[in-house]
């Protein structure tokens, strides 16, 4: 079962962005990380980046398309981007919202979340962990 893992802005740079906040770990760590997790769990995990809304909006209409499940970490799109949430709107297979940190205990911009009402579910604050989580949770929703 095919699963995609799709990272918005900045989390390309993972490892040496913010080490404090997002941790060491580089994008290939979450890389690996994701797709270990898919094999235990038997799910085909693609992992994807991209700093471009339109991009991610596009990956979201095929997602939609193809009935495929999704793992979406926005970043900053999270809190501003209404592009995103019509596109997520339209989703036709669970998506799970993640956060490395957890925005509720940041800045008052980070608060706001327009993904969040489209989304199954989220999970934030566990670090590169809060993508295993949401595997793991996509696994037992199928
Ligand atoms: C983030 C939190 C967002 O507020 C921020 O803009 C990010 C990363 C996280 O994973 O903690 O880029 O989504």
Do not use: M
């Amino acid at each position: 079962k095919k699963v995609l893992v799709l990272n918005g802005p900045n989390l390309r740079r993972l490892g040496t962005r913010e080490p404090e906040i997002y941790g060491a770990d580089t994008f290939d760590d979450l890389v690996r990380l994701c797709r270990e997790t898919g094999l235990e769990l038997g799910l085909d995990v693609e992992v994807r980046q991209t700093n471009d809304e339109a991009e991610l909006v596009g990956w979201v209409h095929r997602a939609a398309d193809e009935r495929t499940p999704v793992v979406l970490n926005p970043a900053a799109f999270t809190h501003y981007s209404y592009a995103l949430h019509d596109a997520l709107a339209q989703r036709t297979a669970p998506l799970i919202e993640v956060h490395i940190s957890n925005p509720a205990a940041r800045e008052e911009f980070r608060h706001t979340s327009v993904v969040a009402s489209v989304a199954t579910g989220t999970i934030a604050g566990f670090g590169l962990r809060s993508y295993v989580l949401a595997l793991r949770a996509l696994s037992e929703l199928e």
